[in-house]
């Protein structure tokens, strides 16, 4: 079948933090049985006429030490993807790293990261689409301000050196895949979030929320930050230098900006700064049309889901609901390339964030952890076949330049990649924004 041009996608959880003080690693493939299952899970795809992929190898398993791994899942997995021509959003880092590494206070992690980014593209130079290190901000905020995983600290301070260590990490892996696949597109599924006030008395705590939501994005894209912002990651451990490293990069223009967004991700802001789950207020469209103005780059919405409810039909409205605020936000001129129903099954102790090992399945997959279809797998099935063709035809001049597996040696992708290696070399670096 032809790729499709607006990329619906879907995803394997593949999430595996650390808790217990790194004794205990959550391994949602196991969970979920993909090891097992993913040869039927592939086919699955299929059956919803899904072409785009979020996937990633599990780090902990695959990167034994420096410059060591074991590609032998990989090779299977995605060969059988390219079989397949089926485009996979490659994540890397999805909330863990390998017990050698520790945690995300290794200040020596961003370096070994990259070489082994590189290490993944010069295996498959196939492989086109990348989310070098999913959700960053919350990677960094469960990690080191929340202390829910992996070095499970509480601090501004930690909260500082995780961040600046994973977005540096994605930067230096997005430098280092581009050396082997100049064309590379980097999709950054990162947490779209707001904070409300409760209060007059929170505002003030609020402004600080809201703009210490950007940090990893401002730093990932090169945007001078806020400067209340600046003070914060200079009082809490960042260098003028490391600063200064994010400000002179210059790989924005390989990017989309994916954002993912949930019933969970708008708060409730107390006067001591405590937060809440609010639930809905704003929506998708709202938030999303805040990180637009900011970066000014294509959308792709790379996370939605809803638990599936006593009366089975949570999750078809929640489906509805995100698809009608992405076309709301196409309609109002934002270049949007993709959406995203994440995941493919049922995961496995998300209403606890993974803190605990319950082995309590939530029920937010397109199928169930048995491989049976759940009505948002129908639904989204017929929403594909019906949009898949129209959004296209709105505008044939906003397509991403994807170029599927089995055109890689294709004489047309050949010199898409040379364009792309000859522009790396010549294009100057872009200013930074001014706030």
């Given amino acids: 079948m032809t790729t499709p041009i607006f990329m619906f996608a879907t995803g394997i959880e593949n999430s595996y933090p650390t808790i217990h003080g790194g004794r205990t690693r959550v391994d949602e493939m196991e969970k979920c049985g993909h ?44 060969g059988e993807l390219y079989a397949r021509n089926v485009v996979p959003i490659v994540d890397l880092c999805h909330f863990g ?35 070098p290190v999913n959700e960053m901000f ?20 930690a909260f500082v050196t995780a961040l600046k260590h994973i977005v ?78 994010f400000m002179d990069r210059n790989l924005k223009r390989h990017c989309i900006m994916g954002n993912d967004y949930y019933v969970t991700n708008e708060h409730v802001v107390a006067a001591d700064g405590s937060t809440a789950a609010s639930g809905e207020v704003f929506g998708y469209d709202e938030i999303t049309q805040q990180y637009y103005d900011r970066y000014k780059l294509p959308v792709m919405h790379t996370e939605t889901n809803l638990i599936e409810g006593a009366l089975g039909d949570e999750a078809v409205k929640w489906l509805w609901k995100e698809w009608a605020n992405v076309l ?49 797998g129908r639904t989204y099935k017929q929403m594909i076949k019906d949009w898949c063709e129209v959004l296209p035809a709105q505008s044939i001049c906003l397509r991403v330049p994807v170029v599927p597996p089995h055109a890689y040696h294709e004489p047309m992708a050949e010199r898409q990649r040379e364009g792309a290696r000859r522009i790396g070399k010549t294009t100057p670096a872009e200013p930074s924004v001014a706030t």
């Avoid at 993913?38 to 979020?54: A, E, G």
């Avoid at 290794?106 to 498959?124: Q, S, T, V």
């Avoid at 003070?231 to 600063?243: C, H, K, T």
């Fill in 35 to 78: 090891y097992e299952h993913w040869h039927t899970d592939f086919d699955l795809l299929n059956d919803l006429n899904i072409h785009y992929l979020r996937y990633g190898p599990p780090i902990h398993r695959t990167w034994l030490g420096e410059g060591r791994y074991d590609w032998a899942f990989a090779d299977q997995t995605f």
């Fill in 97 to 131: 790293v390998p017990d050698w590494i520790d945690n995300f206070q290794n200040p020596d992690f961003p370096e070994l990261f990259a070489g082994y980014a590189r290490a993944f593209a010069e295996r498959f130079p196939w492989v086109q689409l990348y989310t």
């Fill in 138 to 157: 919350i990677c960094a905020t469960f990690s080191a301000a929340y202390g829910w995983w992996n070095e499970q600290l509480s601090s501004d301070r």
């Fill in 168 to 245: 540096k990490a994605n930067v230096l892996a997005m430098a280092a895949i581009l050396v082997v696949r100049p064309d590379a597109i980097f999709i950054q599924s990162e947490s779209s979030e707001h904070f409300h006030p409760e209060s007059p008395v929170a505002i003030r705590p609020a402004e600080f929320l809201n703009a210490r939501r950007f940090l990893s994005l401002d730093l990932n894209y090169g945007r001078r930050v806020d400067s209340d912002m600046l003070f914060y990651l200079l009082d809490n451990g960042m260098s003028r230098d490391e600063y200064c490293f």
């Fill in 328 to 376: 709301r936000v196409r309609n109002l001129g934002v270049p949007i390339v993709g959406f995203t129903w994440y995941s493919l099954t049922d995961q496995v102790d998300w209403d606890v964030g993974l803190r605990e090992e319950r082995g309590t399945v939530n029920p937010l997959g397109l199928y169930d952890l048995n491989r049976n279809i759940r009505a948002v």
